[in-house]
């Protein structure tokens, strides 16, 4: 998921990283000599969302993280050596996420298993590229990470092609015949709207009665509901993240409208349905991968989730999860932390068994099945509607 800033800034983003990362040469080439050597602990870096709209993602993922290297760590280590976590805040905000960047590659990371807000994860790879260090992104999935083909990074979580597709599977088989594509005008969830018209136009069959942006952080959105309720779609697909989607939500019910309305994994949490009031996010669709859930036999996971960390786990905390035990898995493969040997460890995984099933990357380095169903707000809670399988 995620890109939570306009495109030209996110790509300006990833020049000033570049820039930053040029000018810090010293930096990047730092650490403390340990983590990346044959002693001490092994660091593992993730750079996600601790403060700000989206710090419940960013806890549900930390909490995963730390739980999978607590168990690693239980069991000896890796290559004899204890895992150390290093989580750093990037708050959604590229120039805080650069920070935070290079800030984990000074401290020694060997492995980043980071990225959630796909506009603060972009501009982190030119900086971990730059030193070497792989990176496995749990949760961030636009396309522009993947465009970036970049040999150390690792997405094990669809992409925002893959969602697009299961959008357009799920509008097919529900009998929709026209749609409003809603984004916030953010690379990632431009990259999904604009993907799912292709899509839709390709297939034919679904008129796209409305395609139209909106922007982020606004509290009015009376504009885009007087355009949707004017186009009279059979469903509304909202790529945006919950903060807006919930006020959108609410605007649209309050206006009368009827149609079905469908949103992105960047809206799947329980702060969407607080914010669109009452009642008026039961019925709602999302396209999402796995949540802890409506994973089948997940019953223990949560359970030792939940007594560890006194609540229940969330979106991204079980490929946050397998994210760490990836890498670690990586580092026994390489018997090395040397990035190099780590990569090409991760470019021959084959069958390493993860929440989602078992793991091939493709050459692009992402999955070869989305794995995206769709849930439904039912009772209060997103719940598993149809795994379109």
């Not at 990357?361 to 795994?387: A, N």
Request: net charge negative.
């Amino acid at each position: 998921m995620k890109l939570r800033i306009p495109k030209v800034l996110a790509v300006g983003a990833v020049a000033a990283a570049l820039m930053a990362t040029t000018g810090c040469g010293g930096i990047l080439s730092g650490g403390d000599g340990n983590a990346s050597g044959d002693s001490g602990p092994i660091k593992i870096a993730a750079v996600i969302p601790l403060s700000g709209s989206s710090a419940p993602t960013g806890t549900y993922m930390k909490n995963g993280m730390q739980m999978a290297i607590d168990e690693i760590n239980a069991k000896g280590g890796v290559l004899g050596r204890q895992l150390q976590f290093d989580p750093e805040d990037e708050a959604c905000d590229p120039t805080q996420a650069a920070a935070a960047a290079n800030k984990a590659v000074s401290n020694g990371a060997v492995v980043s298993v980071g990225g959630y807000c796909s506009g603060a994860t972009l501009p982190t790879l030119p900086i971990f590229a730059k030193a070497n260090i792989p990176m496995i992104i749990p949760a961030a999935n636009s396309q522009e990470l993947v465009n970036q083909k970049l040999p150390n990074v690792f997405l094990i979580n669809g992409t925002g092609a893959q969602q697009s597709a299961a959008a357009v599977k799920f509008m097919a088989k529900d009998g929709v015949k026209s749609v409003a594509l809603v984004d916030d005008n953010t690379s990632y969830s431009k990259d999904i709207a604009s993907q799912t018209k292709k899509d839709l136009e390709a297939a034919g069959g679904i008129k796209v009665a409305l395609a139209t942006s909106v922007t982020a952080g606004e509290s009015d959105y009376s504009s885009v509901v007087h355009d949707i309720t004017g186009a009279n779609p059979d469903m509304v697909y909202w790529t945006g993240y919950y903060q807006e989607g919930g006020l959108i939500i609410n605007q649209l019910k309050a206006a009368g409208f009827k149609g079905k309305i469908m949103v992105a994994d960047g809206s799947v949490d329980a702060s969407l349905i607080e914010i669109a009031g009452g009642t008026n996010a039961e019925g709602v669709f999302a396209t999402m991968t796995q949540t802890p859930d409506t994973i089948k036999g997940a019953e223990t996971w949560i359970a030792d989730y939940t007594k560890k960390f006194g609540s229940a786990p969330g979106p991204y905390s079980t490929q946050s999860y397998d994210a760490v035990r990836l890498a670690a898995e990586a580092i026994t493969k390489a018997g090395s932390t040397d990035g190099d040997k780590i990569i090409a460890a991760l470019n021959a995984i084959d069958g390493f068994e993860l929440f989602s099933g078992p793991l091939k990357f493709t050459p692009e380095h992402t999955l070869s099945s989305g794995g995206f169903q769709i849930l439904v707000v039912k009772d209060g809670k997103f719940t598993l509607h149809d795994d379109l399988s």
